[in-house]
């Protein structure tokens, strides 16, 4: 498995990126955890606007600094 760069990681919280990019980095993230749940909070039925949150725990071997 591939190492995850926990720089990139870390960078999601405050970038504006793409779907596919965003798509890329958590599917990266996930492989990289060992523990992980999606948590949905909430949804506004009026604007579609919704809040996910994912919780896990990365695998120290496959992060790299």
């Given at each position: ?33 060992s523990q992980c749940q999606a948590i949905l909070e ?17 695998e120290n071997n496959l992060i790299t600094k």
């Open positions: 498995m591939e190492k995850i760069d926990i720089k990139v990681i870390e960078s999601i919280n405050t970038t504006h990126l793409s779907g596919d990019a965003l798509k890329k980095h958590i599917t990266e993230m996930l492989a990289s955890s909430c949804v506004n039925q009026d604007t579609g606007e919704y809040r996910i949150v994912l919780q896990g725990i990365l």
